[in-house]
């Protein structure tokens, strides 16, 4: 299944790597985006794999980074990746579709 990151998130990941570049520069900038892609790689194959999030009954949460980050995704025709969020933040509340 074909995965399409939305605005948001792209702005999220963007954001991301900012930080991890202001706190320890590019290399690990891109390390911890690669780690998160890598993870949200096996829903192409698994696109079911993630609980649905309690708040938004279309939408599932899956954790990656090893629990650092929650991403935010719907399954349709293929699937949305949302948002990108630091695992301890406050609760996203989903558009509705």
């Not at 074909?2 to 390390?31: S, T, V």
């Not at 939408?59 to 695992?87: E, K, N």
């Amino acid at each position: 299944m074909r995965i399409k990151y939305e605005d948001e998130a792209k702005a999220d990941l963007i954001a991301i790597g900012e930080h991890y570049r202001e706190i320890g520069g590019n290399q690990l900038a891109r390390r911890m985006l690669a780690k998160i892609k890598s993870d949200l790689g096996v829903l192409s194959d698994f696109s079911d794999l993630a609980p649905l999030y309690e708040i938004a009954i279309d939408i599932r949460r899956l954790v990656v980074a090893d629990g650092t980050y929650l991403v935010f995704y719907r399954v349709t025709d293929l699937v949305q990746i949302l948002h990108v969020r630091r695992g301890e933040r406050e609760p996203f509340v989903a558009p509705l579709a």
